[in-house]
C-alpha cells in the first residue's frame, strides 16, 4: 500500500511538474483562446497579440473551439466504439480519416446530378476582375445547392423587372472557395477566389450583397438597394483573367494517353494555395506541365494553360476539393496529390484518407506533427516539401519508387 501511494506522489509530481511548466500560457488557452484549425496557424490571443490572420476574434476562436469539442462528442455515438482522440496508432487514424470516403462521393454524386445539365465547356473569370461594375453583384457563399436556387430566382421575371428598374445592367452572382470552385465549373458563374480574398472584394465597393442561406428575395432586395446607393461603373476592378472549365472528367482518355505515353502522369491540385505555402502555383503548375504531367485542379484557383484536353499534359479545372471527384474512378496510373493547404479540418481529414488509400501527397505546409510521426506519415506516403522548385522532383523520385 505505501509502494502505491508513493508510485501514486510520484505520478502527481509530474503532473504538477507539467502543470508549473504550462502556466504562462495556460491563462489563454483555458479560455479556448489557441487555434489550429488551419495552416495560417496555430494562432492565440496571449495578451500581448490581438491580430490574427484569418480575423477571428477572442469569443469566435473560443466558440469554434467548443464547436469542435461538441463535435467529437457527437462523432463518438454515430461512429465510434471508443474515442478517436485516444488512438494514438497512425494506421488506425488514417483508416478512421476514411470514414468520410464514401459521405465526400456521394455528395458529389448529389451535386453533379443537379447541376450537370447546366455544365458545359466554357470560359469563366476566375479573381476579382470577376466583378461587373455596371451589374448588381451578389456574392454567394452558401452551399452549391442554395447558391443554384439563387441564380434561378435571379432569372425569374419578377426579378429581371425589379434589376432592370434599378438600372443594373443584368445580375452577377459570383462565389469563392469551396462552393465557388463548383459553381465555376457546373453552372460558369466566376469565382473571385478564396475566402481571404473577401475583404479585398468587399473594399472594391462592387459587391452589393453576401447571399448565406436565407430568402433569396431578400439577398437580391438588398444588392438593389446597394447598388442605387454606389458609384456604379466607377469601381475600380483588375482586369477578368479567364479559364476554361466545365469538361467532363474522362478517365478512359487519360488512362489511353498514359498508355500511349502521351502523359507522364495525373497531378491533382487539391485545395488552393495557403499564405503559409512558399510554393509559387503558376511556376509549379506550368513546370508539371512541361514535364508532361495532366494537372486536375480542384479548389477556387485557376493557373495559365486551362484546356479542356485530358489526352495530353494540361491544366483541367474540375470543381470543388471533395474526395469524391477523384477516388474511385478508376484512375490507371494513381494521381500524385499536391496539398497546397488546409483552411480547414475537412481538408486534412481528406488529405489522410487519401494516403490510407494509396495516393503519394506532398503538402506545402507542415501538417503540426512531431519529427518522429511525421516519419511514420512519410512512410505512409505522405511528405512535406516547403520548396516548390523541388516538387517536381519529389514526384519523379516517388514515380521511380512506385515504378521500382
Not at 490510407?356 to 505522405?382: D, N
Amino acid at each position: 500500500m505505501l509502494r502505491q501511494l508513493r508510485g501514486w506522489s510520484y505520478m502527481y509530481e509530474k503532473i504538477f511538474d507539467g502543470i508549473r511548466e504550462q502556466a504562462h500560457v495556460r491563462d489563454e488557452l483555458r479560455m479556448g483562446l489557441v487555434c489550429d484549425a488551419c495552416d495560417l496557424g496555430p494562432c492565440t490571443f496571449d495578451g500581448s497579440t490581438s491580430r490574427v490572420p484569418c480575423g477571428i476574434t477572442p469569443d469566435e476562436m473560443a466558440m469554434k473551439n467548443l464547436a469542435e469539442k461538441i463535435a467529437e462528442g457527437l462523432g463518438e455515438y454515430k461512429t465510434h466504439k471508443r474515442h478517436i482522440t485516444m488512438v494514438y496508432d497512425m494506421e488506425s487514424l488514417l483508416e478512421a480519416a476514411t470514414r468520410m470516403v464514401d459521405v465526400s462521393r456521394s455528395y458529389s454524386d448529389e451535386i453533379d446530378k443537379l447541376l450537370s445539365p447546366y455544365r458545359t465547356v466554357r470560359t469563366v473569370p476566375f479573381g476579382l476582375g470577376g466583378l461587373r461594375p455596371e451589374a448588381v453583384n451578389i456574392c454567394a457563399v452558401s452551399s452549391p445547392r442554395g447558391i443554384h436556387d439563387l441564380i434561378e430566382f435571379t432569372r425569374t421575371p419578377e426579378a429581371a423587372e425589379n434589376i432592370e428598374c434599378a438600372g443594373a445592367h443584368g445580375v452577377n452572382i459570383v462565389s469563392l472557395g469551396y462552393p465557388g470552385a463548383e459553381l465555376a465549373y457546373q453552372r460558369g458563374i466566376p469565382c473571385i477566389g478564396n475566402y481571404l480574398v473577401l475583404d479585398n472584394a468587399l473594399a472594391t465597393g462592387c459587391i452589393d450583397a453576401i447571399h448565406t442561406f436565407g430568402s433569396e428575395r431578400a439577398s437580391l432586395e438588398e444588392a438593389l438597394k446597394h447598388f442605387a446607393s454606389r458609384k456604379g461603373p466607377q469601381c475600380e476592378l483588375p482586369e477578368p483573367k479567364m479559364h476554361t472549365t466545365g469538361a467532363t472528367l474522362d478517365v478512359t482518355a487519360i488512362n489511353r494517353a498514359y498508355e500511349r505515353g502521351n502523359i507522364e502522369g495525373v497531378v491533382v491540385l487539391f485545395g488552393a494555395a495557403s499564405p503559409t505555402c512558399s510554393w509559387h502555383m503558376e511556376g509549379l503548375v506550368t513546370d508539371l506541365v512541361e514535364h508532361g504531367y495532366l494537372v486536375l485542379v480542384t479548389g477556387a484557383h485557376m493557373y495559365e494553360g486551362s484546356t479542356d484536353a485530358m489526352n495530353a499534359p494540361g491544366v483541367v479545372h474540375i470543381g470543388f476539393c471533395e474526395i469524391g471527384k477523384m477516388h474511385g474512378k478508376g484512375f490507371a496510373p494513381t494521381p500524385f496529390v499536391l496539398v497546397p493547404g488546409w483552411k480547414n479540418a475537412k481538408i486534412l481529414t481528406s488529405t489522410l484518407a487519401l494516403v490510407h488509400h494509396g495516393y503519394p501527397v506532398i503538402t506545402g505546409v507542415r501538417i503540426p506533427l512531431t519529427p518522429s510521426i511525421e516519419e511514420k506519415l512519410a512512410e505512409k506516403g505522405c511528405i512535406t516539401e516547403l520548396n516548390g522548385e523541388r516538387v517536381v522532383e519529389r514526384i519523379s523520385e516517388l514515380q521511380s519508387h512506385r515504378e521500382g
